[in-house]
Antibody, heavy 115, light 107 residues
Framework: EVQLVESGGGLVKPGGSLRLSCAAS????????MNWVRQAPGKGLEWVSS????????YYADSVKGRFTISRDNAKNSLYLQMNSLRAEDTAVYYC????????WGQGTLVTVSS | AIRMTQSPSSFSASTGDRVTITCRAS??????LAWYQQKPGKAPKLLIY???TLQSGVPSRFSGSGSGTDFTLTISCLQSEDFATYYC?????????FGQGTKVEIK
């Protein structure tokens, strides 16, 4: 069974940093591109970042470019999102999702940016 | 970036109704269009990909059509468990954008 489990969310002050993790199981992690998608409270879905299976291709939404860094460790079956210079508008539930289209999603982890 | 526009943003319907949600892309995306269903407090669920291919395990009352810039999601006979928010997403090109969502509520 495919499982994606996010962790690392929490409350952080504006300008602060946070690192999200996504632990994958039930499939060959190294064969799939992975993604982060977020959803602000009461709002729609926003694609944030994608990384190819071997990390050769990395993409970011304009809203996070230069502040967020996506990475993966195929030996550990894990996906990461390093978030720096956080802003109030980054407050959201962050989901990791497999492949395109996103056929598997984690349960999400809440990031709250507030003073 | 390709803009995805869904209509309507929300509507009310009754169990048994046939409902249609539309999604328009600001430029052609061939058939690289997916539909997701999301219920409150839950992760989205993939319903349809490649504009019209039903994801495994999704009931056949869901169907998708379209190509290029105009797409539709149809639920042939609305069930109680279908009251949710639906999103389209293009995966044709970088900046893989979602529509703003369509909330289907109980009349």
């Amino acid at each position: 069974e495919v499982q994606l489990v996010e962790s690392g969310g929490g409350l952080v002050k504006p300008g602060g940093s946070l690192r999200l993790s996504c632990a994958a199981s039930g499939f060959t992690f190294s064969s799939y591109s992975m993604n982060w998608v977020r959803q602000a409270p009461g709002k729609g879905l926003e694609w944030v970042s994608s990384i190819s299976s071997s990390s050769s291709y990395i993409y970011y939404a304009d809203s996070v470019k230069g502040r967020f860094t996506i990475s993966r460790d195929n030996a550990k079956n894990s996906l990461y999102l390093q978030m720096n210079s956080l802003r109030a508008e980054d407050t959201a539930v962050y989901y990791c999702a497999r492949d395109f289209p996103h056929n598997y999603w984690g349960q999400g982890t809440l990031v709250t940016v507030s003073s | 970036a390709i803009r995805m526009t869904q209509s309507p943003s929300s509507f009310s319907a009754s169990t048994g109704d046939r409902v249609t949600i539309t999604c328009r892309a600001s430029q052609g995306i061939s058939s690289y269009l997916a539909w997701y269903q999301q219920k409150p407090g839950k992760a989205p669920k993939l319903l349809i990909y490649a504009a019209s291919t039903l994801q495994s395990g999704v009931p056949s009352r869901f169907s998708g059509s379209g190509s290029g810039t105009d797409f539709t999601l149809t639920i042939s006979c609305l069930q109680s468990e279908d009251f949710a928010t639906y999103y389209c997403q293009q995966y044709y090109s970088y900046l893989w954008t979602f529509g703003q969502g369509t909330k289907v509520e109980i009349k």
